[in-house]
């Protein structure tokens, strides 16, 4: 998925769960915030006082792709989360380890995530965490059968359109052969390019072991939706089993079209629709404009750490504590401690 559907997208769900516009715009920044946080390592300040920040993403054409232990660290608990094939605690798959951490939508893996950030919301970066775990559990739709190591598990094959999509005028076949070779690393859904991430696309593959998979990436991405609102009503209920609604019908049907109407390949394109629409063609909770800056003027970073963000050392100022973007990334090594150390080991899955 893309910053349409993990920031726009997921704004909406935390507004129709309920969450008042403030809080919503945290969870949905920091949804993101996961794919634009490339760069870990230690900010000084000049107080001798350190911060050490982890890299929640890399860049499909990033060196360290090739490094095992960086892709357990990154692709495996915030973007390709394991799905175990579905099974629950003390069970495996028929087959190979792979077949223990291909990613599988709305898992008990990944309800188990949903449900220690709902238990461990009472931190300073409980919205923050909540946004976190938004996204990894959106993409458990969207990264279905693919897994965050270098596997063949995720070549891509045969890749065609299906369905009255109209996503390529040329097909997606031969989009697909114009880009993609054994330079692109069967790493995630590399190999597929931004296709699983396109709201609008229903397509089809066979992947490295022949098996054809078939995709309807508007159905699953409503689900995705409907799943995140009823987490985040939880999430205000203090109860992680509680008997909560989705998305109503109206509200669904709007996200359906934005989904579907909006063809176009670019995700940053997508995602300046979702917020017009946002604010001029308004959900049930009403008109409102909403924004979000990666890096420079407006950004987490910049707000927490000055308008000069490339200093050896930065001035101190006690609001750092409190920042968002200190709350963002204690969140997300909350995150990864917690999925890596104590959830997936649950599952017979040692991954770091």
Known sequence: MQIDFHHATTYVAARLAGFPRDQAEIVAHAAQYVDDATIPGTIHFDNEALYSRISSAHKMLDPRNADDLANHLVWIPFHFLPGNDGLGEGQNPIGKFINKIVCTPDSPIARQMVRQAILDQ?????????????????????????????????????????????????????????????????????????????????????????????????????????????????????????????????????????????????????????????????????????????KGPGSWKEQALGTNVDKLKYQWNQAFLKSNWKCFHDAAQAHRFYVIYDLLPKFGICAA
């Open 122 to 294: 009472d931190r300073p970066y409980g919205l923050h965490r909540l946004g976190v775990t938004m996204h990894v559990y959106a993409d458990t739709w969207a990264h279905q059968s693919f897994a965050g190591v270098l596997h063949k598990i995720n070549e891509v094959e045969n890749a065609k359109e299906t369905g009255n999509s109209g996503g390529f005028s040329s097909g997606l076949a031969s989009f697909l052969s114009d880009i993609l070779d054994d330079a692109v690393p069967p790493l995630g859904h590399g190999r597929a390019t931004v296709f699983p991430d396109m709201p609008f696309l229903s397509w089809s593959y066979k992947n490295g072991r022949k098996e054809k998979i078939e995709r309807n990436n508007t159905d699953q991405f409503c689900q995705a939706a409907d799943q995140m609102c009823r987490a985040m009503k939880r999430y205000i209920a203090k109860a992680p089993r509680a008997d909560v609604s989705g998305i109503d019908e109206q509200d669904m049907n709007k996200i359906q079209d934005l989904f579907t109407k909006l063809k176009e390949k670019d995700g940053d394109k997508r995602h300046g629709a979702w917020l017009e629409a946002i604010e001029h063609d308004p959900f049930s909770f009403g008109p409102e404009k909403i924004s979000y800056s990666a």
